[in-house]
């Protein structure tokens, strides 16, 4: 019986070893990634901003259309975001057939157009801190955001 029990020890020791050999040097994934890595660097961000504001068009009569003379027969509505932080930002909205990213400088307002009656994937990094909502947006809406 304790050479049965020695044995099934031993087989249990040397899988549990060969388990954690890596054979071949195949890359090791870490599993369980720091959260901390995943948030993009200011650089990046401040980088990424610069680019989009070179070619972003922001629809401003759209909107002040929309916000004016808002029409229940239209079938898009405006969204505004204000960012009241000391640092700029892009916001990413992503909904059903529709993806926008909007530079928003530092203490100003972005906006855009948006399909009525949808769910809308919001995301951003502002002063270092992860910005994520899912709104269901079917008239005029507005956001602010500071740190």
């Known amino acids: 019986m304790k050479n ?10 040397l899988s549990l070893v060969s388990c954690s050999v890596n054979y071949n040097n195949y890359p090791v994934r870490n ?19 610069s680019e989009l504001v070179k ?23 405006s969204f505004t975001v204000e960012n009241k ?5 892009v916001l990413t909205i992503s909904g059903n057939n529709f993806y926008k990213k909007i530079p928003i400088a530092a203490g100003k307002m972005g906006y ?20 994520q909502s899912t709104k269901f947006i079917s008239d005029s809406y507005t956001i602010s955001l500071s740190n």
């Open 85 to 89: 932080s000391p640092c700029n930002m």
């Open 4 to 13: 049965k029990l020695a044995l099934s020890c031993g087989i249990l020791a």
């Open 112 to 131: 855009t157009m948006l399909p009525k009656n949808q769910n809308y994937r919001l995301s951003g990094v502002l002063c270092r801190s992860v910005y």
């Open 31 to 49: 599993r369980f990634p720091n959260t901390t890595n995943n948030t993009p660097s200011t650089a990046n961000i401040e980088r990424e901003y």
């Open 55 to 77: 070619t972003y068009k922001p629809d401003t009569t759209e909107v002040l259309n929309s916000l004016l003379n808002g029409s229940s027969d239209d079938n898009r509505t």
